[in-house]
């Protein structure tokens, strides 16, 4: 598939899944949790989290991060995105606004809350993964 379409297929997924893996790496070995996910127009993902956390420290010690997002279902066939970048944390207010919702309230006190942070991931390359004998596809940015 050319570039065009396989950024399209890339957003399709981004669109359909906004629950995916964030690893971190600690002591050169990776740590994995479970991360609610949002998107710009373009390639770049967007997390919540308290600046307190073990991944706010992970990061900041090493901003290389991967993530999985897609592939729900039986496991056959099922697409997902393999996404390696930088990570970093964003702690200013228009970006919190953003993403904030009333979800979030069971972690914060409000969308001015200081240990509300948010992690802005700049992909340095996309894998789209499982979608026939032509995947996986990468994209690199």
Known sequence: MNQEELKK???EVMEQH???TLA???DNKPHTRYMT???DDEFTFYTPTNRETHKADEIEANPHVH???GYEGDGYGDTYLEVEGQAKIREDQEIKDKLWN???DRWFDGKEDPEYVVLEILPE???YMNQGQDTPERLDM
């Open 24 to 26: 971190t790496v600690k």
């Open 67 to 69: 993530i999985l997002l």
């Open 125 to 127: 390359s996309i894998r």
């Open 102 to 104: 009333d979800h979030m």
């Open 18 to 20: 906004k629950v995916g």
């Open 9 to 11: 297929k890339i957003h």
């Open 37 to 39: 996910f949002w998107n």
